[in-house]
């Protein structure tokens, strides 16, 4: 156990625990040119410093989380430390109680989705670093917390198994067991951004229509579809079942273009690119039957 | 107590694959796995799956590839079931909508892979593993098949004979993590472990945090041995500060190794003067841990890999998410600048052992996976030959499991009249012994008397004590501190290089954590979503996985694939052509061998100097 032991000091936070109504994401700028060097300086001003998070904690269960407050940590930096090593050096060597999801540490996994200095992000992949401090962790908004960073992702799950995300290939000539159905480069380059989906929530999570329309499709499922509709192996009949699925009333029609699951999106989807080429998709098959 | 015909538990790719198959042979399946299946660590895979699709290649080129690959230690049978089934297999994920990367024509495209003779590695970009989780799992939902997610398994119900070959595993035992309650789940057919690989018993792995080692602690305990665990890979390419892999597509698309003296020291000093970087990942990894050791690694620790020469457009084309990964956890563009890389732990080529149709000696108990032993990759896997054992063993264990007859195995599985006995190799400390805490139950008492109901009850309960007993304890030691400890040894001693002396000392060290362990109690008191106590039993379960691989490394005195022994630099054939077999016998480890098959269907794989 490490002897730099910090008592996690505690504070009120003002949210509760639903998180509903939390001030939506302002968008940052993560990447482009000079990057690399600008992160090797800020990184060689933190060395040999300690990084002040302030992360939510909140536990039905247990009587002095049940209402919800922040704890501040404070965690030696090391080269390359992201926001999931943050939380898990203050859970391994100072409050082994400290609960969140995370798996891969590479992206990939998407089980860590968190509210970084209010914006939806990968805990994995922020480099530490690149944040203000004291960095503020939090809960995903518009999800239910069930304990500390972790948010119920039943109804986000719901949404995507709403849009029959699976291959229909019924109306598709039979194939040779032996024998790939064939795909242009072209029309997988086309599916490609919308296959990269790792559900981590994010998108969902920053979108102000979901969180007034509970029964909002949302960016994520609405993406998972996209994929489908747009992929030339699935035939006519099945792309029409799609796009009614699509055009519902809390379907695609539901976006105001806000852009906010774009922004935030770790895997560089363009969401609300493929909700609208998806309505544009509707209208047209609509002009073709009325 | 939930109940259905097959339990599979873990949803990566070979426990998806085992799920459909089951339901397919007519099975009332669930699976039940402690991340969301879409959070399995498969979705990591980058490079691709070998299949011998094209003219040109065929099943037996891809099967002699793999026997030399594995050093001569995979059996034949399941490296020819392999090579036969991989094409079927890759060509159905793609009827079933996997974007794989295509041609001009259309087609599905191929790229090499170290160790291969045919460029016959299928491929999604950088993002195999990705796409053939999500494809997978959507056929599991398209199919409705019941899903249990974040639910822990803890223990198998499994009856107690003395001979483990007469048991029988009638179910699991598992806890909802997000609100702590224990259950039974009573499989009427058969249990699929699909648990996947045990990386986490090192502290510089690719592998993902859930890489625990639980199914093959699970399996040990109830009597199943644990096959050839000293053969861990360590893949030549990964970044130095997280373990996060870069692709062996890397390599595959013509990427250069270099040492900081800006040579190619694959060929400049001889390491593979035939294939330089694709060589197998064995000679890769010791040739850059030798440049390092001699003076010549970046840093003091690692080498550079760089791809700038392959141009913005293929790497954009075909490696773009290696860009996202050296930028987001390295902070360096590999378009332009070489990326840092060392070895880490990646890949365990033993597991529980197991028959071609995925069957352990214990009756009913199933593996798949990396967490299982066939065994395909003998001493040293080939890139891109685990994503085709998934699928093709993933779903033989599924349909055996549900009852679908796939002939007589010629792998046989347990103690019997075909192996050899025990080891004269002293041990430095007396391996396992542990007392009722660190067991955390074996198999149920009851015997052959006992009806299924009442040995999943008496797991159960079992389950419910340990459990309480870890939370009402006050104070103590905690599972990181465990864990640190466990994963700083194994890397120190039982890594790329091994001596006898380091070996030893890690088994002695593995000792301390098993009686650190008797000690160990959860701090969080909350029943909700309590990863303390998870990590906790995982801890448990990492403990005897570590102890497996260090005396698998201590036994086998020779070199041979990934297994390197200092004091012994031979491949000894006469005496060594033969599997490591651990199996848990009264609460301690005991070993024994059981013969390498090299018996094939058309011909006997002769054991040849293996070069590059
Ligand atoms: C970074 C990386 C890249 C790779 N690239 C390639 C490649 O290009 N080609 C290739 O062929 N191979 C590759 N491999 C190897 C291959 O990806 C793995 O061997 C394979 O994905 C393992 O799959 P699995 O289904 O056995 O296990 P996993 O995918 O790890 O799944 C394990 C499942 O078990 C569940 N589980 C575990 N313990 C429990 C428990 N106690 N209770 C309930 N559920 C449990 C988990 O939730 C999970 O669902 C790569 C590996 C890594 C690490
Ligand atoms: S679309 Fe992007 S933000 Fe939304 S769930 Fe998928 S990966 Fe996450
Ligand atoms: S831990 Fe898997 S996406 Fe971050």
Known sequence: MSTQQAEPESQEAPEDPEMKGAESPAAEEQKGGGMVEEHAEKEAELEGETVHIKVFRYDPEVADKQEPRFDDFHVPFTKGMTVLDSVMYARDEYDSSLTFRHSCRQAVCGSDAFFVNGKQRLGCKTQISDLEQPVRIEPLPHQEVVKDLVVDMDHFYDQMHAVEPYFQDEDTPETDALEEQRQSPENREKIKMSSRCIWCGACMSSCNIAAGDNEYLGPAAINKAYKFAMDDREGEEIKEHRLRILEQEHGVWRCQTQFSCTEVCPKDIPLTEHIQELKREAVKKNLKFW | ?612
């Open chain 2, 1 to 612: 107590m939930y109940e259905h015909d097959v339990i599979v538990v873990g949803a990566g790719g070979a426990g998806l694959r085992a799920a459909i198959a089951a339901h397919e042979a007519g099975a009332d399946v669930a699976m039940v796995t402690k991340l969301h299946p879409v959070r399995s660590h498969t979705g990591a895979a980058e490079g691709g799956i070998n299949a011998a699709l094209q003219e040109g290649d065929d099943w037996e080129l891809h099967a002699y590839d793999t026997m030399k690959g594995s050093d001569y230690l995979g059996d034949a049978p399941a490296v020819e079931t392999l090579a036969q089934d991989a094409p079927e297999e890759t060509i159905n994920l793609e009827h079933w909508g996997m974007p794989f990367s295509r041609e001009e024509d259309g087609r599905v495209s191929q790229r090499p892979f170290g160790g291969l003779s045919y460029p016959r590695t299928t491929y999604a970009g950088a993002e195999t593993g990705h796409h053939l989780l999500h494809t997978m799992y959507e056929q599991v939902v398209k199919r409705g098949i019941q899903v249990y997610d974040e639910w822990y398994v803890m223990n198998l119900a499994t009856t107690d004979e003395a001979d483990p070959n007469d048991r029988e595993c009638h179910g699991v035992v598992a806890y909802d993590v997000q609100s702590g309650t224990i259950e039974g789940f009573k499989a009427n057919q058969g249990v699929v472990l699909a648990t996947g690989g045990p990386g986490q018993a090192f502290d510089h792995t690719t592998n993902a945090v859930s890489c625990t080692g639980d199914g093959h602690a699970m399996a040990y305990r109830a009597g199943a041995p644990l096959e050839d665990m000293e053969f861990i890979q360590f893949h030549p390419t990964s970044l130095p500060s997280t373990g996060v892999l870069i692709s062996e597509g890397v390599r595959g698309e013509g990427g250069i190794l270099y040492n900081s003296e800006g040579e190619r020291f694959m060929f400049e000093h001889g390491y593979a003067n035939n294939s330089g970087e694709l060589a197998s990942r064995d000679v890769v990894a010791r040739a850059e841990l030798t440049e390092v050791d001699e003076g010549r690694g970046v840093e003091d620790e690692y080498v550079h890999l760089d791809m700038r020469h392959l141009g913005e457009d293929r790497i954009m084309d075909r490696l773009e998410n290696i860009l996202h990964l050296a930028e987001d956890f390295e902070g360096v563009d590999g378009l332009v600048e070489p990326m840092p890389v060392k070895p880490g732990q990646h890949y365990a080529m033993g597991g529980i052992e197991v028959d071609e149709n995925g069957q352990t000696c214990v009756d009913g108990l199933y593996a798949a996976g990396e967490c299982a032993c066939v065994s395909v990759h003998g001493g040293n896997r080939l890139g891109g030959n685990a994503l085709p054992e998934l699928i093709v063993f993933g779903k033989r264990a599924g349909r055996h499991a549900a009852g679908d007859d796939l002939g007589e195995p010629k792998i046989r599985t347990g103690y019997g009249d075909d192996v050899e006995d025990e080891t004269e190799t002293e041990l430095p400390v007396a391996p396992g012994e542990a007392g009722l805490d660190a067991t955390g139950g074996v198999a149920a008492d009851g015997g052959v008397t006992a009806d299924p109901e009442g040995i999943l009850e008496r797991t159960v309960e079992t389950a419910r004590e340990r459990v309480d007993r870890l939370m009402d304890k006050e104070d103590g030691v905690q599972h990181a501190e465990i864990r640190a400890k466990l994963q700083k040894a194994m890397t120190d001693y039982v890594n790329v290089f091994r001596t006898e002396e380091g070996v030893k000392k890690a088994l002695e060290i593995i000792r301390e954590c098993r009686q650190e362990y008797q000690d160990v109690y959860v701090d969080d008191p909350s029943r909700t979503f309590n990863t303390d106590l998870q990590q906790t039993i995982e801890t448990r379960n990492l403990i005897d996985v570590a102890e497996s691989i260090a005396l698998g490394a201590l036994v086998r005195d020779e070199f041979r694939g990934a297994h390197w022994r200092k004091e012994h630099q031979e491949r000894k054939d006469e005496e060594w052509l033969k599997h490591t077999l651990i199996s848990w016998d009264d609460g301690e480890p005991s070993i024994f061998y059981r013969p390498v098959i090299l018996e094939g269907q058309n011909k006997t794989y002769e054991p040849k100097e293996r070069s590059y």
